[in-house]
Nanobody, 113 residues
């Protein structure tokens, strides 16, 4: 399974970005899809996840600002990020679980103050 993430970039505080991550390859039933992030000098952390049935989970820092969604027909997961803050600056990684975990390469999100 290969993952291709896109949508990162530079945005001012208070702005919005939408990340996408498309899975391809030997796909038969992807279970959980999620977004993680890693800021400089910090550990990678969960931002949000979504089950195949649409059950979502968010980090406290993402609640009320970020929305995760998925299109099972396209094997794609999205992360709509609103009201971005400088502390959201990080490399964002998508992860999917199909028997094992697969990680994307990451996309950089930079929020300027």
């Amino acid at each position: 399974v290969q993952l291709q993430a896109s949508g990162g970039g530079l945005v001012q505080a208070g702005g919005s970005l939408k990340l996408s991550c498309a899975a391809s390859g030997s796909i038969f039933s992807i279970n959980v899809m999620g977004w993680y992030r890693q800021a400089p000098g910090k550990q990678r952390e969960l931002v949000a996840s979504i089950s195949r049935g649409g059950i979502t989970d968010y980090a406290d820092s993402a609640k009320g600002r970020f929305t995760i969604s998925r299109d099972n027909a396209k094997n794609t997961v999205y992360l709509q990020m609103n009201s971005l803050k400088p502390e959201d600056t990080a490399v964002y990684y998508c992860k999917v679980h199909q028997l094992i975990d697969y990680w994307g390469e990451g996309t950089l999100v930079t929020v300027s103050s």
